[in-house]
């Protein structure tokens, strides 16, 4: 008789004419979704099969059946996953060639596709807009990279046509890891998103100023510093944004699109906040450091004195 374990905890349920694994998969596979949770994996008495084996494998042959479920982060997070591995493999085969061969071209034209498809699941459960990230802090972003891989993954006969698409695969790696951050923060306890937007609320004279140092910096010929500061500030409001994000998601009976201070947005402020980091990005990308200097001075820490209360609001909003 074949035992089905969910999770290691075992199902107590009879099977209903089922013949063979594949049937009772989908049988069990509707019941998890409707219960709003997602096959992670499986294995076949120990073992892990393809789904497509699953149709040959009789009940009546099968000691056990174990069944791996998880929330749809855990399914996100399994999935990028693999998508990083990926990308780490397709990198240590193409590095130093100049062509591929007909099998190699052949996957990458299933995986490419793949691998953005991954991409932009997690990103609009993420709600980032990918116009307005830039891996590298400068040149394109996460769209412009992801066109590029696709369009380069088809015509790959060349030294020169591997170096470009090896250089965006390196950058789609970076954003990859960016994305782990960020799924990082969304599994947080809503103490902790909390903490971290109470700390951004507490912290924002130094915030305001080490954007400000950055132009300093900048100004007395300081640039490896000022990179550095500028990254670690970008890196805080990363943060920031994805426990916010976080936090609306939690508490999707409050309004967030109307929340408004003085007839401004929130949405509106985060959106200008977005495209002043992108503006940032592509002034060090073209080495204008007068123009960055202004955003940094003037721009930025205006809008982040207009984000502030906004975030106290919401705190207000939460804790009630």
Same mark, same amino acid.
């Given at each position: 008789?074949?035992n089905i374990?969910?999770?290691?905890?075992?199902?107590?349920?009879?099977?209903?004419?089922?013949?063979?694994?594949?049937?009772?998969?989908?049988?069990?596979?509707?019941?998890?979704e409707s219960?709003?949770?997602?096959?992670?994996?499986?294995?076949?008495?120990?073992?892990?099969?393809?789904?497509?084996?699953?149709?040959?494998?009789?009940? =009546?042959?099968?000691?056990?059946?174990?069944?791996?479920?998880?929330?749809?982060?855990?399914?996100?997070?399994?999935?990028?996953?693999?998508?990083?591995?990926?990308?780490?493999?397709?990198?240590?085969?193409?590095?130093?060639?100049?062509?591929?061969?007909?099998?190699?071209?052949?996957?990458?034209?299933e995986g490419?596709?793949?691998?953005?498809?991954?991409?932009?699941?997690?990103?609009?459960?993420?709600?980032?807009?990918?116009?307005?990230?830039?891996?590298?802090?400068?040149?394109?972003?996460?769209?412009?990279?992801?066109?590029?891989?696709?369009?380069?993954?088809?015509?790959?006969?060349?030294?020169?046509?591997?170096?470009?698409?090896?250089?965006?695969?390196?950058?789609?790696?970076?954003?990859?890891? =960016?994305?782990?951050?960020?799924?990082?923060?969304?599994?947080?306890?809503?103490?902790?998103?909390?903490?971290?937007?109470?700390?951004?609320?507490?912290?924002?004279?130094?915030?305001?100023?080490?954007?400000?140092?950055?132009?300093?910096?900048?100004?007395?010929?300081?640039?490896?510093?000022?990179?550095?500061?500028?990254?670690?500030?970008?890196?805080?409001?990363?943060?920031?944004?994805?426990?916010?994000?976080?936090?609306?998601?939690?508490?999707?009976?409050?309004?967030?699109?109307?929340?408004?201070? =003085?007839?401004?947005?929130?949405?509106?402020?985060?959106?200008?906040?977005?495209?002043?980091?992108?503006?940032?990005?592509?002034?060090?990308?073209?080495?204008?450091?007068?123009?960055?200097?202004?955003?940094?001075?003037?721009?930025?820490?205006?809008?982040?004195?207009?984000?502030?209360?906004?975030?106290?609001?919401?705190?207000?909003?939460?804790?009630?």
């Amino acid at each position: 008789m074949m035992n089905i374990y969910i999770n290691e905890q075992q199902l107590d349920t009879k099977l209903d004419g089922e013949t063979n694994l594949g049937q009772v998969l989908d049988e069990i596979q509707k019941w998890i979704e409707s219960n709003g949770k997602y096959l992670r994996h499986f294995t076949v008495n120990g073992k892990e099969l393809n789904r497509s084996d699953l149709n040959t494998v009789g009940v =009546d042959e099968t000691e056990r059946l174990d069944l791996f479920v998880g929330e749809e982060l855990d399914v996100i997070e399994d999935s990028l996953w693999e998508v990083d591995n990926y990308v780490d493999k397709v990198g240590s085969t193409l590095v130093g060639r100049d062509s591929l061969t007909e099998k190699e071209t052949e996957d990458l034209k299933e995986g490419i596709p793949w691998i953005i498809s991954m991409i932009q699941t997690t990103t609009k459960i993420l709600n980032l807009n990918l116009t307005l990230i830039q891996p590298m802090g400068k040149g394109k972003n996460v769209e412009e990279i992801l066109e590029s891989l696709l369009n380069g993954s088809e015509v790959l006969d060349s030294t020169k046509t591997i170096e470009t698409f090896l250089e965006d695969l390196r950058d789609v790696k970076l954003f990859l890891m =960016d994305l782990s951050t960020r799924l990082a923060v969304m599994r947080m306890d809503e103490s902790e998103l909390i903490e971290i937007i109470t700390r951004f609320v507490d912290d924002k004279e130094k915030v305001i100023k080490d954007f400000m140092l950055v132009n300093e910096n900048f100004q007395s010929g300081k640039d490896h510093l000022a990179s550095e500061i500028l990254n670690d500030a970008v890196g805080r409001l990363t943060g920031l944004m994805s426990a916010l994000v976080s936090v609306q998601t939690r508490h999707s009976e409050l309004d967030w699109q109307t929340l408004a201070i =003085d007839e401004k947005k929130l949405s509106d402020v985060i959106g200008q906040l977005n495209v002043t980091l992108s503006n940032i990005a592509s002034a060090m990308e073209k080495n204008d450091i007068v123009y960055a200097g202004d955003i940094l001075e003037y721009e930025l820490p205006e809008l982040l004195d207009a984000f502030i209360p906004f975030l106290s609001l919401v705190l207000e909003r939460v804790t009630v």
